[in-house]
């Protein structure tokens, strides 16, 4: 394995994971008064993506951008803050949970509507080519973007400029409750479609965040050399319902069996057992990992929990940049 | 040191200012440079001399594209987009109203967006239900971005300049009837302030208050109406959005009497929000029920035949007046007006084909 040890890709997919079963465990409280669509099972293209990164080297995210922004660096009070509406929020309470952003690690922004920052991410990487500076540009975004309009646009341009934009889309299987099979012909992978546009493809176990930073890694580097961009497709499966905390397999849009099956294939159950069978690191150290990060975990909670709401007159600022 | 320009040579000017001035300006949008005719002469040689990758081409992907505009102006650019006619940017509505408009406010002040989008507005020559939309109305309606219709050549370089310098997404709508009239433009360097409105002729009997190539129309309806003695005053709100509301009502309340005209649709237009505006602020200082003059709410029809009537004139805005003022309708017959061209064409220059 290459710079970033397996030891920090276990910690960095452990601490999204336990931002997010905290935050599960915590929106039946009615505290958090936004709608979260949270990662659990998907935190390996994260954590493989963003390891293979410069810190300066920007990212652009979708709704589901809990587990891009923590793994990209972004600070764990300031989003934990936002999903509590408070004005310690990385968006001072105005965004919630599908705007999160820290400019301080690159993180330029996420939003919600479908495909949208894919342009933006490829306009950022325009924008630090024509500044000169090394850069590179990572778009996260879902199967479901790829039947977007903006995604053929924002890819066209990429390939035609060459720009260095890391295309990473996370292929859960599903658009909320619509699977591939009804909205792409099954003859035909997301990675095929890219690869019409004249961009290097890959596809890549979303579930291995070893494998997921071994493609990353040479995306990015290639992007920074000014070789042009890549698209990567990473398979991965949403262990929760769409959006909000619970499991909603019962709803009958996916089967238990299915369920299962990708649970077992889980990215963190798989790095320990790695890691403990190449004997590498102890489980003790392990469980020293977990216990110091379950403290982060409750910290930034209880700092969200007694930050301030934001002041009245905060409603009719920022209307426009000075 | 100032000469009279053409408005497509004041934009000409401006973005030409812009792009020397400051190395993050670029300028984009389909055809820019390939186009012989330089967008109605108001890119032409730009890219000669600043290159292409600062004044350039683009693939037809008008929502995409506006999505680059915004990503660069993120970090650090100021990007210039041009689209031939407003229509086309209707493809790019996603990223200009749910994102260029919000990034700043929803990320809590984090975001500068400095990007200009150029939008071309028109009438006449039959461009039809599709390229002859005037949709100030729509953009003007969104918290977040600014939107500016110059009239005069100084305006339109003094607010391009301005809209390029604004940390903020401004839509610049210009007039094609507008592109060949001719008017004083200061060399060098100057703005005129967004979200400041122009007394463009000075009154006391009524106001009319007026939006882009209408405030022509309404400027040419007070000479009719001073033959009469009638004099009236004519506000060029030049911003739309901030809008200079203090500007109007303050001449409202001298003169008593309001027309709204807009180059737009009547219902839930920027006509309909200047009276709601009035009715709010000045109701009692109104001398009669105040008036819009806009488009019909109906698509623009191609043939002349039709679109005469579609359109209205400096006679409309007149009979608006006379009729507050308790007197009689009057034909342009009655008014001396000869219409030596067709009304299909601003000026005998004009030749189409667009």
């Known amino acids: ?250 709803l009958g849009y996916r089967s238990e069996q299915e369920f299962e099956e990708w649970r077992a294939r889980c990215p963190i159950a798989r790095l320990n057992q790695r890691l403990l069978q190449w004997g590498s690191v102890a489980q003790q150290d392990l469980d020293g990992i977990e216990a110091a990060l379950v403290a982060e975990v409750e910290e930034a909670v209880a700092f969200a929990k007694s930050s301030p709401f934001p002041e009245p007159q905060l409603l009719q600022e920022h209307l426009y940049a000075p | 040191m100032t000469r009279d320009l053409k408005f497509f040579q004041a934009i000409n000017e401006a973005t030409d200012l812009c792009l020397a001035r400051d190395p993050s300006v670029y300028l984009m949008g389909l055809h820019v440079p390939a186009d012989p005719k330089g967008v109605f002469g108001t890119t032409l040689g730009l890219q000669k001399k600043y290159g292409p990758e600062r004044v350039m081409d683009m693939p037809t992907s008008e929502n995409g594209m506006t999505g680059v505009a915004i990503g660069s102006a993120l970090v650090g650019m100021r990007p210039i987009m041009v689209h031939q006619r407003i229509e086309f940017a209707l493809l790019a509505v996603e990223q200009i109203i749910n994102q260029a408009a919000n990034w700043h406010y929803m990320f809590g002040g984090q975001n500068a967006m400095p990007l200009v989008i150029r939008m071309l507005i028109g009438r006449g020559w039959g461009q039809g239900p599709q390229h002859s939309q005037s949709l100030q109305a729509m953009f003007a309606h969104v918290p977040g971005l600014k939107v500016v219709m110059p009239v005069t050549p100084h305006d339109a370089k003094g607010l391009l300049i301005a809209a390029v310098e604004d940390n903020n997404p401004v839509i610049y709508l210009e007039h094609r009837w507008l592109h060949d009239i001719f008017g004083p433009v200061p060399e060098g360097h100057y703005t005129v302030p967004i979200g400041k409105a122009r007394t463009a002729r000075s009154g006391s009997d009524v106001t009319i208050v007026a939006t882009s190539y209408m405030v022509l129309e309404s400027l040419r309806a007070a000479d009719l109406l001073a033959r009469n003695g009638i004099e009236a005053e004519v506000v060029d709100v030049r911003t739309l959005r901030p809008l200079d509301v203090g500007h109007f009502i303050e001449s409202v309340r001298r003169t008593g009497r309001l027309v709204a005209v807009d180059g737009g649709w009547r219902s839930l237009g920027f006509a309909a929000e200047i009276l709601a505006l009035v009715a709010e602020r000045a109701y009692g200082t109104l001398k009669a029920s105040p008036a819009r003059v806009t488009f019909p709410d109906l698509p623009s029809p191609s043939t002349p035949a039709l679109a005469q009537y579609f359109y209205p004139r400096a006679m409309h805005i007149v009979n608006e007046v006379r009729t507050m003022m308790g007197l009689p309708e009057v034909t342009e017959d009655q008014l001396g007006i000869r219409h030596e061209t067709p009304l299909d064409v601003p000026d005998k220059a004009f030749t189409g084909p667009f």
């Open chain 1, 1 to 250: 394995m290459g710079s970033v040890a397996q030891r920090d890709l276990y910690a960095r997919m452990l601490r999204i994971r336990l931002v997010e079963e905290k935050l599960a465990e915590l929106y039946p409280e009615q505290l958090i008064r936004c709608p979260v669509h949270l990662s659990v099972g998907q935190e390996a293209v994260a954590v493989g993506v963003c390891a293979a990164l410069m810190p300066d080297d920007y990212a652009v995210s979708s709704h589901r951008s809990h587990a891009h922004y923590l793994a990209k660096g972004g600070d764990l009070k300031a989003m934990l803050g936002e999903l509590y509406g408070r004005v310690t929020g990385c968006c001072k309470g105005k965004g919630g949970s599908m705007h999160l952003i820290d400019r301080s690690v690159g993180f330029l922004g996420a939003v919600p509507i479908v495909g949208s920052t894919i342009p933006i991410g490829v306009g950022a990487a325009l924008g630090s080519v024509m500044r000169k500076e090394s850069r590179v540009t990572i778009v996260f975004f879902g199967d479901a973007a790829t039947e977007e309009g903006v995604f053929h646009e924002a890819v066209n341009f990429a390939v035609l400029k060459q720009l260095p934009v890391v295309f990473v889309c996370e292929n859960n299987l599903f658009s909320v409750y619509s699977s591939l099979a009804v909205r792409q012909p099954s003859t035909r992978e997301i990675c095929e479609v890219a690869r019409g546009h004249g961009i290097e493809s890959h596809r890549g176990d979303g579930n291995d965040v070893e494998a997921v930073y071994g493609l990353a890694k040479a995306a990015a580097e290639k992007a920074r050399a000014g070789s042009g961009p890549t698209f990567l497709e990473f398979k991965t499966y949403r262990w929760r319902e769409h959006c909000g905390p619970y499991y909603d397999n019962h």
